[in-house]
């Protein structure tokens, strides 16, 4: 067996190019994640067998990156959310950079962490109980951190969420 020293190739950047049948796969499963491999085989008017085929590679190729559940946060106990813009410190951003993305996107109260270039190195969108628990959170888990420079919180009053997006790593 050959082994190479070489790193892997990054992913392109580029679109992966779909087919009909793959975009409406897609199409499809944004609309309803839980659609049965029968469903779905329906809807595009071909076997099950190659339905499923269709399906296991767009998820091997990348374009499928996971099947979720979108969650009510207020059955929660979470009905308040917010939109924090977090800005680090300029010393040692590479690696606050990615401290501080591993050490938000675990916290329960995270709904999405999102990696920016402008005024704001992160958006972070939040859901919590009430204004003590966000307060408490900025100040515990943003604030406190060394490599933060500043925060901003903006409340969300509503918001619709299209599709999931892939992660930003």
Known sequence: ???????PEPQSLRAPALDRVDAHIVQLLSADGRMTNAELAGHLGVAASTAHARLRALVDRGVITGFHASVDERMLGAGLQAVIGVTLRPSGRRESIVEFADRVRVLPQVI???????DDDFLLHIAVA???????FVLEH?????????TRTSIV????RNSVAASFR
């Open 1 to 7: 067996m050959e082994t190479s020293s070489e790193a």
């Open 112 to 118: 999405q962490v999102f990696f920016l270039g402008g």
């Open 130 to 136: 009430d204004s003590s628990e966000m307060r408490e």
């Open 142 to 150: 943003l604030s406190a951190q060394a490599s933060v420079a500043s």
């Open 157 to 160: 009053f509503d918001y619709h």
